[in-house]
């Protein structure tokens, strides 16, 4: 195996295990925050004790997902050091900022919080929660300033030699279009993420007939709410992003629904088998008209093709294959998309029962609603892979391609990215087994009973 196919695999597989973390962070830190700010207001005790509960949650799924993330960076000049060359000079700025700044400022309130209780006035142990919050998401938005100059390269201009892209305007990489439309996603991608844990825990206490019934009860309204609403901002804000798509990166749409050949109306397809080595459909079922639709709120529209897109590229950049693996864009689209419709349906579920005041589950209701916790990571993770793979043959969108990102054989070897993947693959296996058997221990332990005096 060259290491081309090594680099990118171990980037893969740290990258997907980072971002199981990740959005449940961003997600809890809010919904932490919100529950603390409902004890400050109305003094109940009852909220104290479910902000320290989903707190203690939110801090073991923190350590484990900082720790995940510092490997990735280190890659950027390991595995991949000519794309480091490369961009280096913008990348590393936004990389800069959300280590001194964003990291900082969460971490550093987190641990007020964390040993604030009883020592802080209420309103300043209150803010720093918030603080731990806003920390949160501007982290993920200085990585999502870094990550969407790879999708749309914006505030840059080529070095005289050519062999780097040297940063010319910095307010053009804060405000690419892509990030406005990229960020929206992920936060709300942390917040269903959050609102569908918070449900399956509250629902699996319910079912247990908990001494701490009214708590969990209250947990799952909030939850409910946070979810269904979670829900509803993540689609709108995935359409707002696929139509972006249709400009910035057409390939990555044409791939994602098997479309091979120029259409308007375009169709969307409900089913396809592919011949992508003839790029032709082997059998499809699609909709007419429906894919224009999603690209332009009409039934009009030129959606362009695969063969007219590569036609086009190989103009502008060259001879060469412009076309990713259909098969991966076409099928993560859909489990993506799958599963986002199922967490619809079942935040409504939720909300129905809320709205009834009804906390009683069958035990298939509950189970329903428990194991549709998964949904969530499921869609964070396809959706990433779709944005990644999408991209393909680009490591930055058209100008650098990503096998000349990669560090030459002559200095790190296959046998040595094979035997850190080998390592990686195990430490990160023993860090999620400890971050779910962590998760599942302080869960299923309830309230602290300290907490209720």
Known sequence: MDTLFLARSQFAITSVFHFFFVPLTL???????????????????KYRQ?????????????????VTGIVMEFQFGMNWSEYARFVGDIFGVPLAIEALLAFFMESTFLGIWVFGWNKLPKQLHLASIWLVALGSNLSAL?????NSFMQSPVGYKMALNGTRAEMTDFAALLFNPYVWKQFPHVLAGGVVTAGFLILAVSVW???????DRGAFETS??????YAFIGTILVTLAGHTQMQDLVKSQPMKVAAAEALWESENPASFSLFTVGNEKELRDVYSIRVPGMLSFLAYNSFEGKVKGIRELQREYATKYGPG???????TAYWSFRIMAGA???MVLVSLFALYKVVKENYTFSRLSGALIFWSMLLPWIANSSGWILAEMGRQPWIVFGLLKTEAGVTPASVVSSGELMLSLALFLLIYTALGATDLFLLKKYAAAGLNPAEKH
């Open 321 to 327: 294959n412009y076309i990713p693996s259909v098969i």
């Open 142 to 146: 200085w990585i999502l300033v870094a």
């Open 27 to 45: 997600g809890l830190s809010i919904f932490t925050a919100i529950l603390e700010t409902v004890y400050v207001k109305t003094g109940n005790e």
């Open 220 to 225: 799952m309204k909030f939850g409910a709410i």
């Open 50 to 66: 479910l902000t320290k509960f989903w707190g203690n949650l939110f801090l073991i799924n923190f350590a484990v997902g900082v």
């Open 340 to 342: 986002g419709t199922l």
């Open 205 to 211: 206490h319910l079912m247990r007939k908990t001494k």
